[in-house]
């Protein structure tokens, strides 16, 4: 597969995977499961992606899709400093997915990253599998998220 083929087969993984789990939303509200970045758009977009934009502000489906193939990128590139051996196209996107949902920090400082970067890459992927929590619970949406990245 040649590197471009490579490059657009994550993403379009990747965009179709977060896209599913985090919904759309044409205005900002608040997501109260968020710890200190509550103001969530579009597809799970949050200040990490930029200033929050007022509560009153319609965003459309194109708009969403761009800003979300740009965070997508940046998560990758986050990815790809601290995973440092090659990766298939499902399992870049399965771990930028991951890195957007949880913030690179989980993934980079993480047994995930360790695992992987060890070749022990079974391990790393199973390693995912336990981040299905939010504020203390374990959270069905989040335990499939889990599953089916590691899939």
Request: aromatic share 10%; with cysteine.
């Amino acid at each position: 597969m040649t590197p471009a083929k490579r490059g657009a087969a994550w993403l379009a993984i990747c965009v179709t995977l977060v896209a599913g789990f985090e919904g759309f939303a044409r205005k900002p509200y608040v997501d109260h499961l968020g710890r200190g970045q509550p103001e969530t758009w579009c597809y799970g977009a949050t200040k990490a992606e930029g200033p929050p934009p007022p509560y009153s502000e319609v965003f459309t489906k194109r708009e969403c899709q761009t800003l979300l193939g740009s965070s997508l990128y940046k998560y990758d590139a986050m990815v790809k400093s601290c995973i440092h051996v090659p990766m298939p196209p499902h399992r870049e996107a399965a771990l930028v997915s991951f890195a957007y949902n949880l913030g690179p920090g989980a993934l980079c400082r993480g047994p995930v990253a360790r695992h992987i970067n060890a070749g022990n890459t079974a391990a790393g992927c199973r390693g995912m599998l336990g981040y299905n929590h939010a504020r203390g619970m374990v959270l069905p949406g989040l335990t499939t998220r889990r599953q089916v990245e590691y899939h």
